[in-house]
């Protein structure tokens, strides 16, 4: 986990469904390219899905991931990416979820990498759990096969649920806000 001298706490990236092959092909080397590049900021990047693993566990398969999805894996840029990274296990249910209250002092953003089978049960457990009061939501719809959707038809909007909905005590940043 990234530490912080300062008095504002580090913001923190919580993605729901993380074991996915969505975080490992696509967003985990997206990020790690930011790393890279120097573009990264200071952000804690904690990964919570079913899987009872431990963050080591996870940071050693994000790194199988990029090995396998990158052409190329700097060591050093890796070393201060994989620092940014923790994973908490848990399902949807309020109880779980509230465990990642200690994720959220700061500024914190939610990316749902999710079947759009789970995207109810996933905003109605973050907004009970009071995740949404203050934090930002990115919808990571994906297909059965943990592909993102291209928006066509009415896959994109799973179970014709709302993530305002759930989140109507604060704002859902929309892109281009």
């Known amino acids: 986990m ?16 993380a074991s996915g092959d969505l975080t490992r092909r696509l967003l985990m080397p997206a990020l790690y390219r930011l790393e890279k590049a120097g573009k990264l900021p200071p952000l804690n990047i904690v990964g919570y899905a079913l899987e009872d693993w431990s963050s080591e566990y996870f940071r050693d398969h994000i790194e199988k991931g990029l090995l396998e999805f990158e052409r190329e894996v700097d060591l050093a840029a890796w070393e201060k990416f994989s620092h940014k990274l923790d994973y908490r296990s848990g399902d949807l249910s309020v ?3 509230r465990a990642l209250e200690q994720f959220t002092q700061g500024e914190a953003s939610f990316y749902l990498a999710l079947p759009p089978g789970v ?11 009071g995740m949404a009061l203050e934090a930002r939501w990115v919808a990571g ?11 066509q038809g009415n ?11 759930h989140a109507h005590r604060a704002p859902v940043e929309q892109p281009g806000d």
């Open 2 to 17: 990234c530490f912080n001298t300062s008095m504002t706490p580090t913001p923190s990236l919580i993605i729901i469904g």
């Open 95 to 97: 109880e779980k979820i």
């Open 119 to 129: 995207f109810a049960a996933a905003a109605q457990g973050l907004g009970e759990a």
């Open 141 to 151: 719809i994906t297909n059965s096969a943990d592909r993102p959707l291209s928006g």
């Open 155 to 165: 896959s994109a909007k799973p179970d014709g649920i709302s993530l305002r909905q």
